[in-house]
């Protein structure tokens, strides 16, 4: 158990809608990094939070977003949601400590698009 | 930006034999390098990393990996292998002027047969 938790662990949704990923990194890390793995685009990096603020956006498509809560825990938003959304979407978050500090992953969310 | 390839995208290996897998990355800048464990349904599993030092490094599971600058590469090996092997391994590049945020490679499917 890395101490990431993601829910839902899967979702099962239609084409045109909107779905809400939720993470809750480790206790006492500030990083929380969001990752999309598909089988033809592999796994993607799509955007980092560092303690409530966004701190480095990746491959990210402008209908999806995210944020980071005071608690600490982040989500991530997908919408008008198209079938090629269909992926494992992972957390992970890092401890503060600069740079080469590990990720420690959830077990990720799988969203389907039918 | 930094780049990472992957040179098999699945090795086959048989149990108690040795199993290497290449990885070679580009960057513009000097990076962090990983390597990550990704069992079935499961997410990822830090195998080890090289931040600065010695350049052969050494991870759980009897696993290592050496640091070869010149040649810009970072292969995984690990002398026995055994059935819970079995998985996709992933090479992953950290710039060091970023924030943690990872590139990865498009794995490595091993599979270990008795």
């Known amino acids: 158990d890395s101490g990431v938790t993601q829910t839902p662990k899967h979702l099962i949704t239609a084409t045109g809608q909107r779905v809400t990923l939720r993470c809750s990194p480790r206790s006492g890390d500030l990083s929380v990094y969001w990752y999309q793995q598909s089988l033809d685009q592999g796994l993607q990096f799509l955007i980092q939070y560092y303690n409530g603020e966004e701190r480095a956006k990746g491959n990210i498509l402008e209908r999806f977003s995210a944020q980071q809560f005071p608690d600490l825990h982040s989500e991530l938003n997908l919408s008008s949601l198209e079938l090629g959304d269909s992926a494992l979407y992972f957390c992970?978050?890092?401890?503060?400590?600069?740079?080469?500090?590990?990720?420690?992953f959830g077990q990720g969310t799988r969203l389907t698009v039918v | 930006a930094q780049s990472v390839t992957q040179l098999d995208s699945q090795v086959p290996v048989f149990e108690e034999a040795p199993v290497e897998l290449r990885c070679n990355y580009s960057?513009?800048?000097?990076?962090?390098l990983f390597w990550y464990v990704q069992y079935p349904n499961q997410g990822l599993q830090l195998l080890l990393k090289y931040l600065s030092g010695s350049t052969l490094v050494k991870g759980i599971n009897g696993f290592e990996a050496e640091f070869n600058k010149s040649q810009t590469s970072f292969h995984l090996r690990k002398p026995s292998v055994h059935i819970s092997d079995t998985a996709e391994y992933f090479c992953a590049v950290s710039g060091t002027d970023s924030w943690g945020k990872l590139q990865f490679g498009a794995g490595t499917q091993v599979v270990v047969t008795p």
């Open positions: 992970a978050s890092s401890a503060p400590g600069g740079r080469g500090t590990e990720a420690f």
């Open positions: 960057s513009s800048v000097s990076v962090y």
